[in-house]
Nanobody, 117 residues
């Protein structure tokens, strides 16, 4: 089992920045990719960004050039730096740990990000 705890959400004006953090309860092996998903009201949960233990990343087209995912393997933590935020980025953001071998997913409880003036 893996527990994931997110922090860093909040209210920000359009064009602003936020940094999300997610700490895992234990050390994760190389078979885990860490990522961020989001879910807006009335919409399906979607992948925002993912990073492997080796540092390979992929992003949703809607956030490329604005968001950056990173991880600290020693601290079992993944970060999402969000810049140039737009109202359409408003959603609950979920941290995810994905086992690349078994395909089991672990989820955090979610953190609200609201972009509004």
């Amino acid at each position: 089992q893996v527990q994931l705890v997110e922090s860093g959400g909040g209210l920000v004006q359009p064009g602003g920045s936020l940094r999300l953090s997610c700490a895992a309860s234990r050390s994760l092996s190389r078979i885990y990719a860490l990522g961020w998903f989001r879910q807006a009201p009335g919409k399906q949960r979607e992948l925002v960004a993912r990073i492997t233990m080796g540092g390979s990343t992929n992003y949703a087209d809607s956030v490329k050039g604005r968001f950056t995912i990173s991880r600290d393997n020693a601290e079992n933590t993944v970060f999402l730096q969000m810049n140039s935020l737009k109202p359409e980025d408003t959603a609950v953001y979920f941290c995810n740990a994905h086992n690349l071998v078994s395909t089991v997913d672990y989820w955090g409880q979610g953190t609200q990000v609201t972009v509004s003036s």
